[in-house]
Nanobody
Framework: VQLVESGGGLVQPGGSLRLSCAVSGFTSEYYAIGWFRQAPGKAREGISCITSSSGSTYYSDSVKGRFTISRDNAKNTVYLQMNSLKPEDTAVYYC??????????????????WGQGTQVTVSS
């Protein structure tokens, strides 16, 4: 399974970015795609997830109401729309693939494959 993130960059506080995660090489019917982020000196944090089976979604409290996860099954791509960005959202953002899972998860250990990460910097 390969995951490729794109869409990161520098944005001012209050601005928006949309991250994309293109997934290929999978055969599982049941899986989840999660978005994580890691700021310097901090642990990797699960912030959002979407399942293949039901389309159930999860958001951490830190992003709820500002970020939206969605998927385009035809393109095998998952998106993370990030609005009202804050300086504390600055981090490397990763998407990840969890095999044979039907519930949402924000646990790093549940995910089997990871993308290379994309930097998001929120600064004036």
């Amino acid at each position: 399974v390969q995951l490729v993130e794109s869409g990161g960059g520098l944005v001012q506080p209050g601005g928006s970015l949309r991250l994309s995660c293109a997934v290929s090489g999978f055969t599982s019917e049941y899986y989840a795609i999660g978005w994580f982020r890691q700021a310097p000196g901090k642990a990797r944090e699960g912030i959002s997830c979407i399942t293949s089976s039901s389309g159930s979604t999860y958001y951490s409290d830190s992003v709820k109401g500002r970020f939206t996860i969605s998927r385009d099954n035809a393109k095998n791509t998952v998106y993370l729309q990030m609005n009202s960005l804050k300086p504390e959202d600055t981090a490397v953002y990763y998407c990840a693939f969890a095999t044979d899972i039907v519930v949402v998860s924000d646990e790093v250990n549940d995910y089997d494959y990871w993308g290379q990460g994309t930097q998001v910097t929120v600064s004036s």
